[in-house]
């Protein structure tokens, strides 16, 4: 009840002026470990190293702004971009929901980038500026398709964790949708066993929000976090899957999956062993590789798994 918003607010001003002497929006400045190494780039196993470049994006202090940075193998600093969501020219510039997420470099040097806060996606070239933009809350994961074109998620019109979330297949060059699968529209009526394997119930009813909901985790039925097609390259590693199918996964199930990428059907799915997972991967081998956020059980890791 009002005034406790205003209470809280102030006293997480004042609680960031006595750690960091400014106001800093919270959760964008954080203490590093004891014991952190206080280096840009630090090389532990050399011999471990795969060589190639490396793309990190992140907040630059120095420049008040968030940015992106490409180092060679070495740790060389090869290359800085403005990844800035104001420069997008939105208006909706979001103290708590400015930082990219989802960040793919292409070719030519510029960098595609979208904003779990934010209202838009978009593409900057090598000196960080705006090529193109597309309106819509894209969040989380950015892939590259087959093709050359991208996928990633998008909630609804106002938040990136509302009861709608579609996969958005748009071309690199320009932005524009090329495909929209969305899970309550296509995916759930797609396969009988999709409403269990999701969590809902089979005639659930779903909410579209008008504003940022007061209580996310309720809204937030899914939290989808990345979804990747399956290339005819790598198709004959997965002798049950086909060129086209598409890797989800699905945070708040602990949910992996693979779907037809035609009929929108689930192929295979595992709930775990991984805990609030991101990042699935096809691998050359036949194995798909999870990152393991493994929430409240321990250190996080990487899990491969044999569908």
């Known amino acids: 009840f009002w005034p406790w918003p205003v209470v809280e607010e102030v006293a997480q001003v ?24 206080r280096e840009r780039f630090t090389i532990h196993d050399a011999g471990s190293m795969q060589g190639g470049y490396y793309a990190i994006a992140g907040w630059n202090d120095a420049a008040g702004e968030y940015g992106a940075w490409l180092y060679d193998a070495k740790g060389k600093l090869l290359h800085t971009w403005r990844v800035d969501y104001a420069l997008l020219g ?97 995916v759930l009526p797609a396969d009988a066993q999709a409403a269990a394997l999701l969590g809902v119930e ?16 309720i809204a937030d039925l899914f939290h989808p976090n990345d979804v990747e097609e399956l290339s005819a390259e790598l198709a004959p590693k997965f002798p049950m899957f086909e060129a086209g199918d598409l890797l989800i996964s699905i945070r708040r199930m602990n949910l992996v999956a693979v779907i037809d990428g035609t009929d929108y059907r689930f192929k295979w799915w595992s709930h775990g062993p991984w805990i609030s997972q991101h990042d699935p991967d096809f691998t050359d081998d036949g194995l798909i590789s999870v990152y393991n956020n493994n929430t409240e059980r321990g250190p996080s890791n990487i899990l491969r798994i044999d569908p």
């Open 14 to 37: 004042a609680q960031s002026y006595r750690e960091f002497g400014a106001a800093i929006p919270e959760g964008r400045r954080m203490r590093a470990p004891e014991g952190a190494s």
């Open 90 to 186: 939105t208006g909706d510039r979001l103290d708590e929901g400015d930082g990219p997420h989802g960040f793919v470099v292409l070719p030519d040097g510029s960098v595609i980038a979208n904003f779990d806060g934010g209202q838009a996606m978009g593409r900057f070239d090598a000196c960080g500026k705006p090529v193109w933009v597309q309106s819509g809350v894209f969040h989380h994961q950015i892939s590259l398709a087959p093709d050359g074109n991208l996928w990633s998620w998008r909630g609804d019109d106002v938040t990136a964790y509302g009861n709608y979330q579609y996969m958005e297949n748009f071309d690199a060059d320009t932005g524009r949708r090329i495909r929209q699968i969305g899970l309550v529209e296509d």
């Open 202 to 217: 089979p005639d659930a009813r779903f909410e579209k929000f008008d504003e940022e909901p007061d209580n996310r985790r």
